[in-house]
């Protein structure tokens, strides 16, 4: 495995080069394809990009609709939309290519050590090369799953106290008023459910790809089928990833007297 560039502050926090250089790529790539499919709108003859991204918007609609009342489902498009396409992207960045530098001394970034001599001369103890990967798909890093986890945590919760106070706090003591560890375990374990099966799905895939990349020449078909899958895979989890915030929210957020 390769060492990442991570710089490492006075106030505690590290941030790893690769990974902000990867967010702000998805960022763009995102905004790119959104501002294309409306570059020329037109009902008459709509480009292929409009076409692209009018199914992408029926899709989420749907899926938002799934899983709460259609007359307040409009609301939540755009964070699907926004959700589904930042994670897809982000999942299948990793995939076409790895950047990869080789070093043979102390490199340094910003005026911080990133690799330092002594762990140089362990990985050469170890029989290994020292070498820095500047690229990757940002979810395969726990920081960014568990921010995005964390946000929907977050925002769920609001909507809730904000939207729906009095059926919010009392689902907290049902059925029973003992229930309530059990429910808060149970909203506690959501965003960290969220953000390690995004990681773990993404993550290994990338270490398979870095396996099978050893096997040189013979690795190539196992490493076209496995990039193949691994597309499916990272549209899976973005969808599963957008379609149980929808659930979380209209749980937290819509109730509906019957």
Same mark, same amino acid.
């Given at each position: 495995? =390769?060492?990442?560039?991570?710089?490492?502050?006075?106030?505690?926090? &590290?941030?790893?080069?690769?990974?902000?250089?990867?967010? #702000?790529?998805?960022?763009?790539?995102?905004?790119?394809?959104?501002?294309?499919?409306?570059?020329?709108?037109?009902? &008459?003859?709509?480009?292929?990009?409009?076409?692209?991204? %009018?199914?992408?918007?029926?899709?989420? =609609? +749907?899926?938002?609709?799934?899983?709460?009342?259609?007359?307040?489902?409009?609301?939540?498009?755009?964070?699907?939309?926004?959700?589904?396409?930042?994670?897809?992207?982000?999942?299948?960045?990793?995939?076409?290519?790895?950047?990869? #530098? &080789?070093?043979? %001394?102390?490199?340094?970034?910003?005026?911080?050590?990133?690799?330092?001599?002594?762990?140089?001369?362990?990985? !050469? &103890?170890?029989?290994? =090369?020292?070498?820095?990967?500047?690229?990757?798909?940002?979810?395969?890093? /726990? *920081?960014? #799953?568990?921010?995005? @986890?964390?946000?929907?945590?977050?925002?769920?919760?609001?909507?809730?106290?904000?939207? +729906?106070?009095? !059926?919010?706090?009392? !689902?907290?003591? %049902?059925?029973?008023?003992?229930? /309530?560890?059990? +429910?808060?375990?149970?909203?506690?374990?959501?965003?960290?459910?969220?953000?390690?099966?995004?990681?773990?799905?993404?993550?290994?895939?990338?270490?398979?790809? *870095?396996?099978?990349?050893?096997?040189?020449?013979?690795?190539?078909?196992?490493?076209?089928?496995?990039?193949?899958?691994?597309?499916?895979?990272?549209? $899976?989890? @973005?969808?599963?990833?957008?379609?149980?915030?929808?659930?979380? $929210?209209?749980? @937290?957020?819509?109730?509906?007297?019957?």
């Amino acid at each position: 495995m =390769h060492e990442f560039p991570v710089l490492h502050f006075n106030n505690g926090i &590290d941030i790893d080069i690769s990974t902000f250089f990867a967010i #702000t790529v998805t960022c763009l790539v995102v905004f790119i394809l959104a501002r294309l499919s409306v570059r020329n709108l037109s009902v &008459d003859k709509p480009s292929k990009m409009q076409n692209f991204m %009018e199914w992408v918007l029926e899709f989420v =609609h +749907n899926t938002v609709a799934s899983t709460m009342p259609l007359s307040k489902a409009k609301t939540y498009v755009s964070l699907g939309m926004t959700l589904i396409m930042f994670i897809f992207v982000a999942n299948l960045l990793g995939l076409p290519f790895g950047i990869v #530098t &080789d070093h043979t %001394e102390e490199f340094s970034l910003f005026g911080q050590s990133v690799l330092s001599d002594a762990r140089i001369h362990e990985l !050469h &103890d170890q029989g290994k =090369h020292a070498s820095i990967a500047w690229w990757k798909s940002p979810t395969a890093d /726990l *920081s960014v #799953t568990s921010a995005l @986890a964390i946000m929907v945590f977050v925002m769920t919760n609001t909507l809730g106290l904000t939207r +729906n106070t009095k !059926h919010y706090l009392k !689902h907290y003591i %049902e059925p029973f008023w003992f229930f /309530l560890p059990l +429910n808060i375990i149970k909203e506690l374990s959501k965003p960290l459910t969220l953000a390690l099966r995004l990681f773990a799905n993404i993550f290994a895939g990338e270490v398979l790809i *870095s396996t099978i990349l050893m096997l040189g020449v013979v690795g190539v078909p196992l490493l076209a089928i496995w990039q193949g899958f691994s597309i499916f895979v990272g549209a $899976i989890q @973005a969808f599963l990833f957008t379609i149980l915030t929808m659930v979380y $929210i209209s749980q @937290a957020s819509v109730h509906e007297e019957h």
